[in-house]
Every structure is written in structure tokens, then in C-alpha cells.
């Protein structure tokens, strides 16, 4: 593969400050008090990306809450967009007012944090009463005014049982996409291993939303930062290798077509490996950081992978997630044990419909 | 003439990186439009 025309896309953190405390927060302290970068710093950045990165078409913003940083916020979409560049942010949804809507046109998708079909379960996991209720209200707020609305949850061995019923919320607020992911031990996930959700509950899950992804397909996207997804999700396999042949290297993409950059400007493969700083935007020349990084060419290599990973025949399209195998083997090239392929030829009883007890939502 | 493998496959990882399918298969996902 030839990585020469730089990322796809970067992943951009303007703030680590949050006003929630999600239990599972990659980053691991709130309202830091290191200083995060001046706005013009990732303006500046952005710029030197879009000249040295051909292939460099779209950023995403997050955080922390990158509302925290409202006024900043704004002015970075608006200049990603001068730059001809997407651009999306991922929120918590509980800090937008309607006066902040015609800042955020320009965006892509705004991709909402929502953990449960009801307040007890997301409240209990985002660490704040209230933060459901806000994030439903602005979700309403955004759809009726035209915005790409994701909303994303992150399932735990305590709220997977509500995948369905927010799939279901989704659909009746007219979100556009749901997209889904397993908690990660990277940051304060790290610390509640307990609550990882089981393997072979997670591939019923996953099998389950793979099914309605094709039977919702007119009324909601179902999408996934999943990197196994490809080994359940034939048609989109199919199609992928029909195109563009088994050379592709997609699935688990830092170093691929990503890289993320924190609010203090450090460069990390993505957003959950932060044990791997790279090199700092305004200190290192950020084309050698993409094309000479030991660990980023590594990770390029699918060869290194090991275990099932190693040997998996979809290991260019899948690669399995990176932050998995170094946050529970302290080895980014050991398998992960989420890989879906182990359960695919045993009999497990297939779920039709997981319901929670949120049924009063 | 027959062209390069290495440019054959420079244009291949072009036109992916240029198609949604992509973004539909890599780690982030938010199924916009832009994607």
C-alpha cells in the first residue's frame, strides 16, 4: 500500500475538558489543567495538513466536550470548511442551544454519545443526572433542524441489553445513523475491565445489528467503528473486494488513513492508543511523523499481527482493534478477543429481540 | 503500455479512499454523507 498521500482523515481533540464524567473516558482527567492549545494553533495545522496530505479530505473534533470550547469550536469548523475539508464532531449533546445551530451548519454529522434507551442507564454511565434528557432534547432539536444526527453507543456487559430499544428510540426521533462500539480498555476504560462485555455476547449483538443494517436500510444507517464487522458483514466485504480488490487495508486504520491529535497538540496513531505519542504538531515535521513513525509502519504492516488476528485470512480488512489487544495484552500486535470468527460455526442461540427494562422511555 | 504495479495500486488506494465504503469500513463511524 502507499501511504504517501498522508491520512484520510485526523481525529482532533480541541479540549480534554468535559462536563460529564463518563466512566469510560479515554481520557483520563477531566478539566485538565495542562494548557490545551490556542485555536490558531489547529487552524495552523489543519492548513499544513491540507498542503502536505493530498488525501486529506475530512477532520473530526471531539474531546472532552469540544462545546467546552464553544466560541473556538465554532471558528475551527468554520475554517476546516474554508479549506474545503468535512468536518464532524462528536458530543455529548448536552451543551448545544439554538443559538449555536447556524455555527454548526457547516458540519457533516454530529455524532451524539447516547449509552442507554433510558436515563437511569446512561445518567449512571456519563456520571451526571440529567445528561439523557439534555442529549434527547437536543437530538430532537438538531434532527428538526437538518442535521446529520449519528448517535453512538458504547456497550458494556451492564446496557447491551438496550442496544435494541435505542435502536428503536433512534428510528422514532428520525436520527439518521446509530452506530455502535465495545467499551475499549484505553483511558478510564481501562479500570473497568469487569464491566467489558462478553465476546460471545457481543457477536450475537453484532450479528443482530448486521441483519437489521440491511432490513432498517430506508429508515435508519447502521453503522460501526468495528473493525470485525467485515467478517459477519458479507455484503459489504463482497463489495469492497469486488472493487478494490484483497490489497485494501481498511478495519482497524491508524496509520492507514487516520491519526489523532490531542488538545495538547501530541500526535497518537488514534484516539484510544495514547500510549504511543508520536511526536507534538508544533514541534515535529508532521509529514516525516506520518511516514517515518516506527509505530505507525508497523501498524501498516499486517504481518506483525498475531494470534487469530495473525492468521486470519481478512486480516487486511479487518486487522482486528489495536487498542483491544495493547490495553488487555500490553502487545498492539496480539489478537483480539472480540474477533467474531470463533463463535461463527458454533450453535449459539441466535437473539431476536434483546429487551431492556426502559419500556416506560 | 502495461502500467506499473505501484502506480496500478497508488490508483487502486486512491479510488477507495475517495468512495464512502471507506469510511463504512474503517474504525470511525458516523455514517454521514461526508463519509
Not at chain 1, 78 to 101: G, P, Q, R, V
Not at chain 1, 250 to 275: K, R, W
Not at chain 1, 290 to 305: A, I, P, T
Request: hydrophobic share 35%; aromatic share 10%.
Amino acid at each position: 500500500m502507499d501511504y504517501t498521500g498522508g491520512p484520510l482523515f485526523i481525529h482532533v481533540d480541541i479540549t480534554e475538558r468535559c462536563n460529564l464524567r463518563c466512566i469510560h473516558c479515554r481520557n483520563e482527567i477531566s478539566n485538565s489543567i495542562k494548557k490545551e492549545l490556542p485555536i490558531e494553533k489547529f487552524k495552523n495545522f489543519i492548513d499544513k495538513c491540507s498542503i502536505i496530505f493530498p488525501n486529506f479530505k475530512q477532520v473530526f473534533i471531539g474531546g472532552g466536550e469540544p462545546l467546552i470550547r464553544k466560541d473556538e469550536l465554532f471558528e475551527l469548523i468554520a475554517y476546516c470548511t474554508k479549506k474545503d475539508l468535512k468536518c464532524s464532531l462528536n458530543t455529548n449533546a448536552t451543551l448545544i442551544n439554538k443559538e449555536d445551530l447556524n455555527k454548526l451548519t457547516p458540519l457533516s454529522a454530529i455524532q451524539v454519545s447516547l449509552d442507554g434507551a433510558c436515563a437511569t442507564t446512561h445518567d449512571k454511565i456519563r456520571g451526571i443526572p440529567g445528561s439523557f434528557d439534555k442529549a434527547i432534547e437536543n437530538i430532537k432539536l438538531l434532527v428538526k433542524n437538518n442535521f446529520y444526527v449519528c448517535v453512538r453507543m458504547t456497550l458494556f456487559d451492564f446496557n447491551y441489553d438496550e442496544v435494541f430499544d435505542l435502536l428503536d428510540i433512534c428510528k422514532k426521533l428520525g436520527v439518521n445513523s446509530f452506530s455502535w462500539f465495545r467499551v475499549l480498555p484505553a483511558g478510564k476504560g481501562e479500570k473497568i475491565k469487569d464491566y467489558s462485555l462478553d465476546p460471545k455476547i457481543y457477536y450475537l449483538i453484532m450479528k443482530e445489528l448486521i441483519r437489521l443494517k440491511y432490513e432498517l436500510k430506508d429508515e435508519i444507517k447502521i453503522v460501526s467503528s468495528e473493525p470485525s464487522k467485515i467478517v459477519l458483514d458479507a455484503s459489504l466485504r463482497n463489495e469492497i473486494i469486488s472493487k478494490y480488490g484483497t490489497n485494501i487495508v481498511s478495519g482497524c486504520i491508524p496509520g492507514h488513513i487516520e491519526f489523532f491529535v490531542n488538545a495538547f497538540g501530541d500526535i497518537y496513531p488514534c484516539t484510544m492508543l495514547q500510549q504511543f505519542k508520536l511526536g507534538n504538531i508544533l514541534k515535529d515535521n508532521i509529514k516525516e511523523v506520518w511516514s517515518n513513525s516506527k509505530v505507525l509502519n508497523d501498524l501498516r504492516n499486517r504481518q506483525n499481527l498475531k494470534g487469530c488476528c495473525g492468521i486470519c485470512d481478512l486480516k487486511g480488512l479487518c486487522g482486528g482493534c489495536r487498542a483491544t489487544a495493547f490495553g488487555l495484552k500490553r502487545d498492539i500486535f496480539e489478537e483480539d478477543p472480540y474477533c467474531p470468527k470463533k463463535f461463527m460455526n458454533r450453535k449459539i442461540k441466535i437473539i431476536n429481540k434483546i429487551r431492556s427494562p426502559c419500556q416506560s422511555y | 503500455m502495461e502500467e506499473k504495479e505501484s502506480t496500478k495500486e497508488r490508483r487502486v488506494l486512491e479510488n477507495y479512499m475517495n468512495s464512502s465504503i471507506a469510511f463504512e469500513n474503517a474504525c470511525i463511524s458516523c455514517g454521514s454523507p461526508g463519509d
